[in-house]
Antibody, heavy 123, light 108 residues
Framework: QVTLRESGPALVKPTQTLTLTCTFS??????????VSWVRQPPGKALEWLAL???????YYSTSLKTRLTISKDTSKNQVVLTMTNMDPVDTATYYC???????????????WGQGTLVTVSS | SYELTQPPSVSVSPGQTARITCSGD??????AYWYQQKPGQAPVLVIY???ERPSGIPERFSGSSSGTTVTLTISGVQAEDEADYYC???????????FGGGTQLTVL
């Protein structure tokens, strides 16, 4: 049974750095083809893909946000961490952790989602 | 940056057919995927690799591709299909993923 759970602060101040942790079970991120991704959704708005890390420790980022994002993994702990610097109120969103299976980008799709965590950016 | 374009809304009566389109320049070379999202819930995959249906998804959901446009078709729409639908694909460089802007399906 695959599960993913996001954890991190519910409230951050503008200019601060956000650190989110995805803790997963039911699969190993060292298995070929396994990936974990972060997706966010501002209230009432569309999904936005942020970053992905694969089994081989290759990392991929949203073009528009890549200067602010860092994704990393700890395979022994079954965790993936996303950091986003210089937070702004427009970054207020529900942040989802998601499992993706695929060895190339055209095959990337989410088969399992976490429940999401709402992060509010406000002073 | 690369974009996938969807109509903001589609409305149909129960039993009719709903078609939701998604356009992007790279779609002839990249697979498309469709997700259904109901309020307060995480998205659910309803179509993968343009036209494949995951197990557990009703047969009334189908997908097709033609050039730079992919289409999600829901035949015999039911009230429970009312939701937001998002397409997703790889970006034009093949180094990232992208979601469309979403389409709100209203069942009249």
């Amino acid at each position: 049974q695959v599960t993913l759970r996001e954890s991190g602060p519910a409230l951050v101040k503008p200019t601060q750095t956000l650190t989110l942790t995805c803790t997963f079970s039911g699969f190993s991120l060292s298995t070929s083809g396994m990936c974990v991704s972060w997706v966010r959704q501002p209230p009432g708005k569309a999904l936005e893909w942020l970053a992905l890390i694969d089994w081989d420790d290759d990392k991929y980022y949203s073009t528009s946000l890549k200067t602010r994002l860092t994704i990393s993994k700890d395979t022994s702990k079954n965790q993936v961490v996303l950091t986003m610097t210089n937070m702004d109120p427009v970054d207020t969103a529900t942040y989802y952790c998601a499992r993706i299976q695929g060895t190339y980008s055209s095959s990337w799709y989410v088969d399992y989602w976490g429940q999401g965590t709402l992060v509010t950016v406000s002073s | 940056s690369y974009e996938l374009t969807q109509p903001p809304s589609v409305s149909v009566s129960p039993g009719q057919t709903a078609r939701i389109t998604c356009s992007g320049d790279a779609l002839p070379k990249q697979y498309a995927y469709w997700y259904q999202q109901k309020p307060g819930q995480a998205p659910v995959l309803v179509i993968y690799k343009d036209s494949e249906r995951p197990s557990g998804i009703p047969e009334r959901f189908s997908g097709s591709s033609s050039g730079t446009t992919v289409t999600l078709t829901i035949s015999g729409v039911q009230a429970e299909d009312e939701a937001d639908y998002y397409c997703q694909s790889a970006d034009s460089s093949g180094t990232g993923a992208v979601f469309g802007g979403g389409t709100q399906l209203t069942v009249l």
